[in-house]
């Protein structure tokens, strides 16, 4: 099946600094690609739906200057939490879809901890 | 709408045991459900899909129902395994969009 590939898939930061996630899809293009963000024993909840080429469109109440997203290829994702506080650590988790009929792929996340 | 980031309920059962997840949908629109398994730490994995001109679909030791009237889903495991411990969660969506509303999930724990 298709993989999609997150990295890091852990990290700890220093208030105040940026982190860089990436999301990849590895045997397939992916014409949009979507992040989440989860809470400890809570749900997936959608921050962003990236295209490829375009900007980013953000789910209501979540701070574009805060996550950015850049979509630079077919096969990549970044967000960037930027001067991440520890209201940030959370598990970031991307999806990636071919534009086919519920053809959508998940990374294994990535776990944020700012301390 | 979105997930409302509720805490998760639980579900018990033994080892061999049917089990039964609910899940109550937000959007009459959606027409294509994804029931989703995921693991400590580890990204959702897909379990089985119904689009809406369904009510019922199988696929091994996993049946999901979907009640469009009451905007109803259920996931039924057959003979419950340990490895089937995990939080299970359904998503909707409108199928070319591929953008999913996941529901707030259930945490399965499966007795030995």
């Known amino acids: 099946g298709a993989v999609v590939s997150q990295h890091p898939s852990w990290v700890i930061c220093k208030s105040g600094t940026s982190v860089k996630i990436e999301c990849r899809s590895l045997d397939f293009q992916a014409t949009t690609m979507f992040w989440y963000r989860q809470f400890p024993k809570q749900s997936l909840m959608l921050m962003a739906t990236s295209n490829e080429g375009s900007k980013a469109t953000y789910e209501q109440g979540v701070e574009k200057d805060k996550f950015l997203i850049n979509h630079a290829s077919l096969t990549l994702s970044t967000l960037t939490v930027t001067s991440a506080h520890p209201e940030d650590s959370s598990f970031y988790i991307c999806?990636?879809?071919?534009?086919?009929?519920?053809?959508?792929?998940f990374g294994e996340g990535s776990r944020l901890t700012v301390l | 709408g979105e997930s409302v980031g509720l805490h998760l309920p639980t579900l018990s059962v033994q080892e061999g045991d049917n089990s039964i997840i609910n899940c109550a949908y937000s959007n009459s629109a959606s027409d294509y459900f994804i029931w989703y398994k995921q693991e400590s730490g580890k990204g959702p994995q897909f379990i089985i899909d119904?689009?809406?001109?369904?009510d019922k679909r199988q696929g091994q030791r996993v049946t999901v129902l979907l009640n469009k009237t009451v905007k109803h889903l259920s996931l039924q495991i057959a003979a419950t395994q340990p490895g089937d411990s995990a939080v299970y969660f359904c998503?909707?969506?409108?199928?070319?969009?591929?953008?999913?509303?996941f529901g707030a999930g259930t945490i399965l724990r499966v007795k030995s």
């Open positions: 999806s990636a879809a071919t534009g086919g009929p519920g053809e959508l792929f």
């Open positions: 119904i689009r809406s001109n369904m």
């Open positions: 998503a909707e969506t409108q199928e070319y969009g591929n953008k999913l509303v």
